[in-house]
């Protein structure tokens, strides 16, 4: 069956990193688009960045734009998601999505938490 378990989360400090990672299993990873989405607490599902199949085209929210980068590894079915310059607003459970983000495929997320 379709199986995303994402890792990588934690407490990290404003102007840290961190890096997601989501390893994919159950179907032919390379044929889809994947995204990555994020829920701070109390709000709803935010679209964070999308990366096409095959990797050479990314696209990401205003809110993570040249601080956040998406890649992907096909041949071992991973999704990446760098972090860098993280702020307080980055805190959130981040989820990686098979698709686009309208998408309930979707794995149990891992929990970035930003906070001096």
């Known amino acids: 069956q379709v199986q995303l378990v994402e890792s990588g989360g934690g407490l990290v400090v404003p102007g840290g990193s961190l890096r997601l990672s989501c390893a994919a299993s159950g179907f032919t990873f390379r044929d889809y688009v994947m995204t990555w989405v994020r829920q701070a607490p109390g709000k709803g599902l935010e679209w964070v960045s999308t990366?096409?199949?095959?990797?050479?085209?990314?696209s990401y929210a205003d809110s993570v734009k040249g601080r956040f980068t998406i890649s992907r590894d096909n041949a071992n079915r991973m999704l990446f998601l760098q972090m860098n310059s993280l702020k307080t607003d980055d805190t959130a459970v981040y989820y990686c999505?098979?698709?686009?983000?309208?998408?309930?495929?979707r794995g149990q997320g891992t929990q970035v938490t930003v906070s001096s």
């Open positions: 990366i096409s199949g095959g990797g050479s085209s990314q």
């Open positions: 999505v098979r698709g686009l983000s309208g998408s309930n495929v």
